[in-house]
Every structure is written in C-alpha cells, then in structure tokens.
C-alpha cells in the first residue's frame, strides 16, 4: 500500500479546513441551464464529492455582470437573484459530504464574441484579442465602479446560497489580468503605465468583495504564474503580483497555473494535452508559494496521487488540482487513500471528451469514461436481472468497454483477440509523437476485465464455428476497422502506404521526401507526418480541408501545429487529391476548382481513417444469433464513440 505522506493530510484554507489536498477546479462544465446550476450540474460535482474530494472549486468564469455573459458556454451567470436557490440546493448537496464549495467568478472584459449572444464587450483599452478577434470598448470611471460593485453582488449572492467562498478571475486573460498586463492594458489615466495603477482595478475586487463578505467566507485568486507571451506577464512580474496582493492580507488561497488563452496556442497551453509533461507549471506555483503566506494550489497535468503527494512534499504547492483526473475518475481520491491504485481510471490528456467540447458551449464528458455528464443516468449500474453468457469479438476500445461493463454487471464473458495484445488501433496510435498515453484507457479496461474475471483468449482468430462454440447468448462485434484506402487515378505509377504501416514500422522505404494526404482530419495524417519529420523526412502536408487536423479542438490542434511548423513541414490547404503522375500529386482547389501539381514526391502516405472490418454479423445472424457490432466495426469515428457505445451496450445487455 502506498505510503501517502501529504496528499491526505487535513490542511486550513481562510477559516476552513479541508481534509485532503485534491482539488476541484473552477472549470467551465457546460452544463448550466438557462445561465442556472440545476439538477444536471450538481449531479457531475456530486459524484466527486462521493468519492472523496478535499476542496471543491466548481462553475468556472461563473459571470458576475450582464456584459460577460455565461450563456455562449452554457456556463453560470451570478448577477440575478435568482440563483440563490440553486446555490443553496447545490451547497447543501456538497456539504453532506464534508466538502467545502468555492465558485469561481469573474467578468471576462474583451473576451467574447458581442453578436452571439448580443452584448457588448469592456476592457481596459481598445485592444482586440487574437483568438476572439474582436474590439472591446474602453472601461471609463463609472463602468469599473460598476462591476467592482458586481463582483461584490456576486460573492454575496454565494455566501446567501451557503457556499463557503469564491475564486477572483485573474488569469486567462479576462478583464483583471486584462488590466495588469502591457499586452491589453495601454491606458494613461490612474490605471494605465506602472505596476501600481494597472492593479488598481484588481485590488479594488478584492477589497469590496472581502468587505462584502467578511471573514468567514474564503476569498481565493487564481492567476498566471507565467503568460509565455512577449510583452506579456512574466513569472518575474507575476510574482512581484502576487506578493503584493497577498500584502493585503484579503486572500485566503494563490491558485498558479500557467500559459493566458488570449491567444490560440495559449488556449491549450492553459489546459496541456498528453503532449505536455506531467507537472508541467509545478515550477510556476513553487515561484508563487516562494513569495506568499497563504497556501498556493498548482495545476496541470497532475494525474496521479503519487505524483501530487511528492508535489507537496517537495513543497512546490500546498494542495494539487487534479480535475481532468478527477472527471476521469471522480472516485479516485478514496480509491487512493483505500490503496486501489491499480482502480483508478488515470487522466491520459486526451482532452477531446472534455475541455475541447466544453469550449464550444457543449456539456462536459470524458473520452474514456462515458458516465461523466451522464451521471444522473448512469452513476449507478445496476446487476443484471438475467445472466447470461456474452461472446465479444475483438479486444480494441468498444469490445474491452463492453466486455468490462456485462462482466461488473454479472454476465460471464468471453473475449476473443486475434493478436497477441489487447488495445486494437490505440496500439497504432501511440507509435506517434506526443501521443504515448493514447492507449491508456485500454490498458484500464485490460485491468478490469481480469480482475471480473473475463475470459481472455488471445490469438484466437474468430470464425463463425469457433464463436458459437463458446455458447454464446449474445455476440458482441468489436473487430474494428482496417485502413481506408484512397482511389486516385495513376496510384499504381507511385509508392503509396498507409499511416498506420508508417507508424508500425511496415513501411519504412519511403524515401527523403514524402507527401502525407490527409482526408481523415484528425491526428492520424498529422502525427504521420511529425512521425517522418523526426526521421529526418522533408515532409508536406495536404488536406481539402481549411486546416490539417481541422476536427480537433481548440487545446489539441494548436500544440500540433506548433510542432509541425517548427519542423518546417509545409501544408497546403483546400486541396482535395485527384490524381498522381510522375511522382507528382495532381489537386483540385475545393473552392475554385483549380487543378494544382504538387511535387515531385518519393512516396505518399494517406490518412484517410478506416473502414469497417466486420465480416461476422452477418453470417451469425443468419445462424440465428443474436449479434451486437459496435466502435468502428460499426462505422469507424473516435475513441470516445468507440468506448461509449461499448458501455452503452454493456449496460444494455
């Protein structure tokens, strides 16, 4: 059993004690409705609170003024009366497990876009933003008088709802940090030039809302220890920040992350895919905790209990938001002070089920665990009422997912994989750069499924004989997807090979000078591509979309293509592949028509994602069995279609 020195240790927050240091972040959830924290909301946060959560930050950039709407998120709005009830219904659901519940609030000045939602933006100066692109009008005097007035409004209205404190906004670029920093911040009046004015604003927050609410309600910060932008905040800046906001004496808690989603590649630096290295702003929050007397929180890729204990120990932060784990796992903490490690279900960075979706406005989920946003349906499962014996095909996402859920629920399981290992493409995807944990929920699943005892056979190649030997009641089709092959005139002149042979090490002549056609436009034909850049390829890109990888989300893509440019790929867009010859690549412009050659090239490569490799559904059903085909086997799409239709099918059956 691991030996936990800190992680569980009880430690003070302003006037609360908070008996863990695994945190919650204040994340926007996307699950608020009507601007309100209803049922649906408070079921997600429950369910961590059930499974042992410290401290509890919940509703980020929970909007304290009409002008920063929530509603473009589907986040909460905190400048109405009206929310008091639910606060009050959600406290009180969170304090029958002894967890403290602070909301973060904030106004996010010239972050927006105004026509969504038909409100007009504030910032300190007229100086649009690089990701939303759009100009806000300068704060004057009675403006800023208002909204220091609606920060306060908002943390009383918290207080009312029984909460026990509130997180200030002072980082990813809203309108506090707005206003410290020389990137937004041009002003010329009291508020404008030196450190002092540029805090002014800030500070006036914190002392009407610390007046507003006394002593005996948290008030916590959460800031940048470093925006990595030129002219921007510096860690050196920031803690000169810091230390003289916690002179105050107003802050109870420092919450340090690092990066400013002010622009796009700040966006997903702020919340770090598996491409980043675990406790990679640790540094940041060590350099806060250096210059304050309160305690400080650090975050980012904190996804293990031991890793967040030696954290502690090593006294770079106080207490670890672990949330990405903790949506992947809302039970971890006590899996972990039980000594369950081996049942915790570890955050990998996939980021697409959760931060990449609630950015546009979609409710929080999770890639590998389909019960998150779902809790209210799914947080318990249910035994089965008839047991029966369940017969899956293929030991990839969908078929362990649903071997994993029919075998908790009580049906005896049989597994049949062709290869010597479960994972099924998870293996191939895993081969590419920044992307090693991808296979991460399979080996979870793996795990399980021992442990409930299914039955296992690999290198058993099914046929429809051998599959009805096993008796089975039910069969379950997961066998997955083969590489999609494109059909372009003159293909046979040339070298072409799939990205999955590339990255499995089945097509390694391909030459100095490669074309990767990407017509799948998530990470395969990209990641291909990195792969051949690090072996020294020149390699190009070509996609008929506006962008390589265009289906990612807004903290995937970005660090992609960071490390593609730095690697000099070139990439041409909005050309669809039509034909090859001579070792050049002939494409249509999708928008003009426009026939273009590119080339000459020593091979092509083509991502063009898979195609369904079911050939026993139909053949068993017509011996009149009962066949279930889901993941790719069905229709190839993603990971998390592929684990969410086995757990569906598991609950199901």
Request: net charge negative; charged share 25%; glycine share 10%.
């Amino acid at each position: 059993m691991t030996d936990f020195t800190y992680l569980f240790e009880p430690l003070k927050v302003g006037h609360v004690t908070v008996r863990n240091r695994i945190c919650c972040s204040a994340h926007a959830d996307a699950l608020a409705e009507d601007g309100m924290p209803g049922e649906r909301e408070r079921r997600y946060y429950e369910e961590k609170a059930i499974g042992g959560v410290g401290f509890m930050m919940c509703f980020g950039s929970a909007s304290v003024h009409p002008s920063s709407t929530a509603r473009d998120w589907n986040g909460v709005e905190l400048f109405d009366d009206r929310v008091i009830p639910f606060l009050s219904e959600f406290s009180r659901t969170m304090h029958r497990y002894d967890v403290p519940v602070v909301c973060q609030i904030t106004h996010r000045g010239r972050r927006g876009r105004s026509i969504d939602l038909w409100n007009r933006l504030y910032g300190p100066s007229d100086v649009r933003e690089p990701n939303h692109r759009e100009n806000p009008h300068p704060l004057d005097e009675a403006q800023m008088d208002q909204f220091v007035r609606a920060f306060a409004d908002a943390a009383g209205r918290l207080q009312a709802g029984g909460f026990d404190g509130c997180e200030v906004m002072a980082s990813h670029c809203h309108l506090i940090d707005q206003f410290w920093t020389r990137n937004v911040n041009r002003r010329t009046d009291e508020y404008g030039g030196s450190l002092d004015n540029r805090l002014r604003f800030g500070i006036r927050v914190i002392e009407a809302i610390r007046e507003r609410v006394g002593r005996s309600f948290i008030v916590g910060i959460r800031v940048t220890g470093d925006d990595f932008l030129d002219n921007g905040l510096n860690n050196h800046e920031m803690q000169e920040i810091c230390g003289r906001l916690d002179e105050l004496r107003l802050l109870d808690y420092f919450n340090v992350i690092g990066g400013s989603a002010e622009t796009f590649v700040g966006e997903s630096a702020a919340v770090p895919n598996m491409s980043f290295r675990l406790g990679v702003y640790t540094h940041l929050s060590a350099s806060i905790r250096s210059v304050v007397d309160v305690p400080v929180i650090a975050t980012a890729r904190i996804v293990d209990p031991v890793q967040a204990d030696r954290i502690i120990a090593e006294g770079q932060a106080d207490l670890c938001i672990m949330n990405r784990s903790l949506i992947a796992d809302p039970h971890m903490p006590a899996k972990a002070q039980r000594g369950d490690l081996d049942d915790i279900r570890q955050c990998m960075g996939y980021n697409e089920g959760c931060i990449d979706r609630i950015y546009t406005g979609r409710g929080v989920t999770c890639v590998q665990n389909p019960v998150i946003g779902r809790e209210r349906e799914w947080a318990a499962m249910p035994a089965a009422g008839v047991k029966r014996r369940i017969t899956v095909v293929g030991a990839g996402p969908a078929g362990r997912e649903a071997a994993r859920v029919a075998a908790s629920r009580g049906h005896q399981v049989v597994l049949l994989e062709k290869s010597d290992q479960t994972g099924g493409q998870t293996l191939i995807a895993r081969l590419a750069p920044g992307r090693q944990d991808f296979d991460g929920a399979t080996r979870w699943s793996s795990l399980q499924c021992r442990k409930l005892g299914v039955d296992l056979r690999l290198n058993t190649v099914a046929t429809v004989d051998s599959i009805l030997q096993t008796a089975p009641d039910v069969v379950v089709i997961a066998t997955g997807a083969r590489s999609r092959t494109p059909v372009l005139e003159g293909m046979e002149t040339c070298h072409f090979v799939s990205a999955w042979d590339v990255l499995q090490g089945k097509a390694t002549e391909v030459g100095k000078v490669v074309l990767v056609i990407d017509e799948e436009y998530g990470h395969q034909g990209p990641t291909t591509a990195e792969f051949l850049l690090e072996t020294g390829r020149e390699v190009d890109l070509i996609t008929s979309q506006e962008t390589i990888g265009n289906h990612l989300g807004a903290t995937t893509r970005p660090p992609l293509l960071r490390r593609l440019f730095s690697r000099r790929a070139q990439i041409f867009n909005h050309l669809e592949a039509q034909s090859v010859s001579n070792g050049c690549l002939i494409a249509r412009n999708i928008w003009s028509g426009d026939l273009h050659e590119v080339g000459p090239y020593d091979s092509f490569v083509y991502a063009y994602g898979g195609q369904s490799a079911d050939t026993l559904s139909e053949p068993l059903r017509a011996r009149g069995v009962i066949v279930e085909v889901v993941g790719d086997a069905f229709a190839p799409r993603t990971l998390q279609h592929a684990i969410l239709e086995g757990h569906k099918l598991g609950r199901d059956l």
